[in-house]
């Protein structure tokens, strides 16, 4: 069922017939584990992704794939992407580097700004970027994706890349910055650091859990007292083009189904943190590219629906068959579009829009 | 496993023809909401990102999101729906921050306010009214791809969002592109102020 060539501005015929048996479920068949497990406290073991993919054979498999994804929220351990034979622990091998920034805002970046520099070069590159982008649009329309809707009722088959609010901190000093006086920095840089109002110190308010400061592509979580008792790489600080992937930090692989249904082509190996699906270099490790930005929200079926779709949010090319109705709701989220008891607010069917 | 498989979809590739064909029926919001059709704003054949960067009333946003590296995703599958500072927004929000957030120090930055401004799914004009008149007067709720909500109400005629602490205004005309939608607003929706 993968056969099928898109072409821009070709509706596809429909189908109606019922399902070809091939394909249960799009498990997440790169995903064997994951990585960033140091990061977790007691992590420890394999995850298992359980499916994989045979791309271009048309047969996929991969019933437990969505196990790959969850077990990556609890377990630590190693983990491979499909197109990187490196686990997450050896990715950082001779990167060390990596994290260095704090203390100078500069630092954090390494060779990460080469090619955008600042705001004018931002007009600059414009014609090259869209140039480039002309060229990804291409290339993804013409992958080979079935987008056709498929009804699922097994909660199982359902693969997710799950948000969860604790991930991301990484405790303790990153490389190059030993503890110190009970932290990673001398007391009084720390309350310093603590003292700093910028106007966008609420950008990142969601992180509850202490105080919270930006400094050189990270997030410095700080105790009362001025120390420094963790950090957050952020997206467009440390994890940034031509950077490493930071040590310990925790990440799921994204599994076929993200891969198709986002259109990302093979050249990268993906991963997923803290809602956002980066492009690496398979070979290298480094970061290339931010490709996707997930929500993570929890829909699973026969659960409540996640607070915050209080707005029908159908993608255009699905209105005509998931329409509200008085005895059902229909809401997009993360690839797939859910049907939804307007009384109960239970979930009752999951819709993925690709096979 | 239970899988029952459906029926017809349009490709990807049929999202404008799609939608300038009217495939957009409308919805209702919630059960109760009435089904009537009110014309869609027409899509075109440009992702949000052409059509951000297109939008002569954007231009700040727009070299934003390019400092923030979001080309792939303004320009990918998506959908997504952007709620997009104009530049008079940006003007009031300070020159000085809105040419930080350009440039390479203060990416991070951009990108928090850019997530801050994209809610899952495509989410037209008419489908916000619509949830507000089933609403019958509260608030609706959208999460976005950061990890706060905007919350929408009338005021009038118009339609006003908040998040934390932030507020703007409904301003000027959708545009709905092939991979979600744009609304103009005017101020940005995060707040500014130094934490305490």
């Not at chain 1, 260095?100 to 970046?109: F, I, M, Q």
């Not at chain 1, 004018?120 to 291409?138: F, K, S």
């Not at chain 1, 031509?242 to 994204?254: E, K, L, M």
């Not at chain 2, 919630?30 to 992702?47: I, L, V």
């Amino acid at each position: 069922m993968r056969s099928m060539y898109l072409a821009l501005g070709a509706a596809v015929a429909a189908l109606a017939s019922p399902v070809l048996a091939q394909g249960h479920g799009h498990g997440g068949g790169g995903g064997q584990g994951h990585g960033g497990g140091q990061a977790q406290a007691g992590g420890g073991g394999h995850g298992r992704g359980g499916g994989h993919s045979e791309r271009g054979g048309g047969a996929r498999h991969g019933g437990q794939g969505s196990q790959g994804a969850a077990q990556a929220e609890r377990g630590g351990g190693h983990g491979r992407d499909r197109t990187s034979s490196a686990g997450h622990g050896n990715a950082d091998r001779g990167h060390g580097n990596s994290d260095r920034g704090h203390g100078n805002s500069d630092r954090g970046h390494g060779n990460a700004d080469r090619g955008h520099g600042n705001a004018d070069r931002v007009h600059a590159d414009r014609g090259h970027i869209d140039n480039r982008h002309a060229q990804q649009l291409a290339d993804r329309s013409n992958r080979r994706v079935d987008r056709r809707a498929v009804v699922v009722t097994d909660r199982g088959s359902i693969v997710r890349l799950r948000y969860d609010p604790g991930r991301g901190l990484i405790q303790g000093c990153p490389p190059g910055l030993a503890r110190k006086h009970n932290g990673c920095l001398p007391p009084g840089q720390a309350r310093r650091l603590a003292a700093q109002h910028n106007w966008y110190d609420r950008y990142w308010s969601y992180r509850r859990d202490g105080i919270y400061r930006y400094d050189g592509g990270y997030l410095w979580r700080l105790r009362s007292n001025g120390v420094v008792s963790g950090f957050v790489p952020l997206a467009g600080g440390a994890l940034w083009a031509g950077n490493p992937w930071p040590a310990r930090y925790a990440y799921d692989p994204v599994p076929d189904y993200y891969r198709d249904y986002f259109g990302y082509r093979d050249r990268y190996s993906y991963r997923y943190a803290d809602g956002v699906i980066y492009g690496l270099d398979p070979q290298t490790q480094t970061i290339r590219t931010i490709s996707g930005l997930v929500t993570g929200d929890n829909w699973g079926i026969g659960s409540r629906m996640p607070a915050g779709y209080d707005v029908y949010n159908v993608p255009y090319a699905y209105r005509d068959s998931y329409r509200d109705t008085p005895s059902s709701l229909y809401r997009y989220s993360d690839g797939y579009v859910y049907q939804v008891d307007p009384t109960t607010q239970l979930i009752q069917t999951a819709i993925q829009l690709i096979t | 496993m239970a899988l029952i498989r459906l029926v017809l979809m349009a490709s990807i590739a049929a999202l404008p023809l799609a939608a300038c064909g009217g495939a957009d029926k409308g919805n209702t919001g919630t059960a109760n909401a009435s089904n009537e059709a009110a014309a869609a704003a027409p899509a075109s054949n440009q992702t949000l990102a052409a059509a951000l960067h297109d939008d002569g009333d954007l231009d700040t946003l727009d070299d934003v999101a390019r400092n923030a590296g979001l080309e792939d995703v303004l320009g990918g599958v998506g959908p997504y729906t952007l709620f997009a500072p104009n530049d008079a927004a940006f003007t009031a929000f300070g020159e000085d921050r809105a040419n930080a957030l350009k440039g390479a120090a203060m990416r991070p930055q951009a990108i928090a306010l850019l997530r801050s401004h994209i809610v899952p799914g495509m989410i037209t004009r008419r489908d916000l009214e619509a949830a507000l008149a089933n609403a019958n007067g509260r608030q609706v709720t959208m999460r976005t791809m950061g990890q706060g909500s905007l919350t929408f109400a009338r005021d009038g005629d118009a339609i006003v969002v908040t998040s934390e602490g932030a507020r703007a205004r409904l301003v000027g005309d959708e545009a709905v592109a092939t991979n979600g939608a744009i609304h103009p607003i005017d101020a940005p929706l995060i707040a500014t102020e130094p934490a305490a």
